[in-house]
């Protein structure tokens, strides 16, 4: 099993270019996460996802959309890049249950310039 | 709202030395769960421990120990008998249940630094 996976792993934009970051998992996870790592910070919550086709904000969600059309995927965009949004990406699956620790994906490096 | 606080930015400790990092939290649904989870200098994220809001006894995972104290809505770690592998982040993290969406929040985390 690969576990969490992220796609890109790096990348650079330029100010008011979009792209989408990809989560996949295949542990058939019912929780999807989305947070941003500064540095020197605490993960914060971008948008998250209790099960396919459904998706809520977290603590940081404007500048970023999300969708989980499919079980193992959960995608995030960023429509219009800000260099605010330069940071580290991680994704991360649990399964539907309280009790269930966050597998994480290795994370996505943006900067936005 | 939902809220985690860790209080130390950075704490020292000797190596084989016990070290307790604090987390308190803040909820109104009474049925939460409360996790550890180690960053090294490489970034990944390591889960350490897990406590249940409705767990009667604290949760232990060899050297390291949640001390729950449920009306102080305190959940410290204790890493006991420190190593140089143990200076990484440590966050503590809330999941609320239905009432709060399932949704886990973080907190800013404690560098610990154990030395030799």
């Known amino acids: 099993n690969a576990g969490v996976t992220q796609t890109p792993k790096f990348r650079v934009l330029k100010t008011g270019q979009s792209m989408t970051l990809l989560c996949a998992q295949d542990?058939?996870?019912?929780?999807m996460y989305w947070y941003r790592q500064d540095p020197g910070m605490g993960l914060r919550l971008i948008h998250y996802?209790?099960?396919?086709?459904?998706?809520a904000k977290g603590e940081v969600p404007d500048g970023y959309n999300v969708s989980r059309l499919k079980k193992q995927n959960f995608l995030l965009g960023l429509e219009s890049a800000a260099p605010s949004q330069t940071s580290v990406y991680f994704c991360?699956?649990?399964?539907?249950?309280?009790?269930?620790?966050?597998?994480f994906g290795p994370g996505t490096r943006l900067t936005v310039t | 709202a939902q809220k985690i606080t860790q209080t130390q930015p950075g704490m020292f400790v000797q190596e084989k030395e016990a070290v307790t990092l604090d987390c308190t939290y803040d909820?109104?649904?009474?049925?939460?769960?409360l996790f550890w989870y180690k960053q090294p200098s490489s970034g990944e994220m390591i889960f350490l421990i897990y406590?249940?809001?409705?767990?009667?006894q604290n949760a232990t995972e060899g050297r390291y120990s949640l001390n729950f104290q449920k009306a102080r809505k305190s959940a410290n770690l204790v890493i006991s008998a420190s190593q140089l592998g143990d200076s990484a982040m440590y966050f503590c993290?809330?999941?609320?249940?239905?009432?709060?969406?399932?949704?886990?929040?973080f907190g800013a985390g404690t560098r610990l630094f154990v030395k030799a």
């Open positions: 993290a809330m999941r609320e249940g239905l009432a709060g969406g399932f949704k886990t929040i």
């Open positions: 996802s209790v099960g396919e086709g459904t998706t």
């Open positions: 406590q249940g809001s409705y767990d009667q």
């Open positions: 991360a699956s649990s399964p539907g249950t309280l009790a269930y620790e966050q597998y």
């Open positions: 542990m058939n996870h019912e929780y």
């Open positions: 909820t109104s649904d009474p049925s939460y769960g």
